[in-house]
């Protein structure tokens, strides 16, 4: 080898160390490349339940990875032919609404001395109530069922139904709700409702004219709440922890002929 190579190689040995501590302009080291994390998409999701592991693993997984779920009604037909189930597909559909965290901007509030208008409201992480907007119902004719109140005759089942598989409106447990009433109404004529899921639409199980069926099991989709009266036309109720993550409306009486529109106060409950 010839004395320059020598040399060469000698400064190679003597100058590696510097250069691989070397710093930038600011004194710090030089930052580490950063790797883009993976997202977590629908396939992958198929793939973590084809594997056989658990929903509660699944949907953990979904909560702490970055995710680019397409939600729209042929991908759920997918998911749900692939075999996922339907609380994993609704932890995805979690993944794009509105979440009420201490990090998630506050809604312009109202004090209760300010419910003056007639609807339903929730109770926010800082104390205050926020109104939650309605959506349109429609009625929906959906095969038949028996009704003891006609000695067995035939009569035809009709379900409301609402566009679109999700609220705009995820709320964590517990929830403490506030209902104003119209002048003459009863909280007992408002119902709370858990909605059956669709492929693009939900819907639950009424009679005609908004009233639910009085037969044994025909009011499957009603919840039992127990509200308490805080002022003139208007009570609190809370759903609590014991509430099953899904999706949910509260009917106004008054809904009356939803043959020709009428409108439920819907939100849904994270897992």
Not at 68 to 81: E, Q, S
Not at 99 to 108: A, F, K, M, N, Y
Not at 201 to 230: A, I, L, M
Not at 256 to 267: D, E, L, S, V
Request: overall charge neutral; glycine content about 8%; charged content about 25%.
């Amino acid at each position: 080898m010839s004395r320059w190579r020598v040399y060469f190689v000698f400064l190679i040995c003597l100058f590696a160390p510097a250069l691989l501590h070397a710093q930038d302009d600011a004194g710090g080291p030089l930052p580490t490349p950063k790797v883009a994390a993976t997202k977590m998409t629908n396939d992958s999701v198929i793939k973590l339940s084809k594997a056989g592991l658990s929903d509660d693993l699944i949907v953990q997984t979904i909560n702490a990875q970055p995710t680019d779920f397409n939600t729209d009604a042929d991908a759920m037909l997918a998911l749900k032919t692939a075999g996922v189930t339907d609380r994993v597909i609704q932890a995805m559909l979690n993944k794009g609404r509105i979440r009420l965290t201490g990090s998630d901007p506050v809604p312009p509030t109202v004090a209760l001395s300010d419910v003056n208008e007639i609807g339903v409201y929730y109770k926010d992480k800082n104390g205050k109530w926020q109104s939650i907007d309605p959506e349109i119902v429609h009625l929906k004719s959906g095969g038949f069922i028996k009704s003891t109140a006609t000695h067995g005759i035939i009569k035809q089942d009709e379900n409301g139904h609402l566009n679109g598989r999700e609220s705009k409106l995820l709320l964590p447990r517990p929830i403490e709700f506030l209902v104003y009433a119209p002048d003459g109404v009863d909280i007992a004529e408002y119902d709370l409702v858990r909605f059956r899921l669709n492929s693009s639409s939900r819907e639950f199980r009424v009679k005609t004219g908004g009233v639910f069926h009085s037969t044994s099991g025909d009011d499957r989709d009603r919840v039992e709440f127990k509200p308490h009266k805080v002022a003139p036309r208007t009570w609190e109720f809370t759903v609590g922890t014991e509430t099953p993550g899904a999706e949910y409306g509260i009917l106004p009486p008054g809904t009356g002929n939803i043959a020709n529109g009428g409108k439920i106060y819907t939100f849904a409950i994270s897992e």
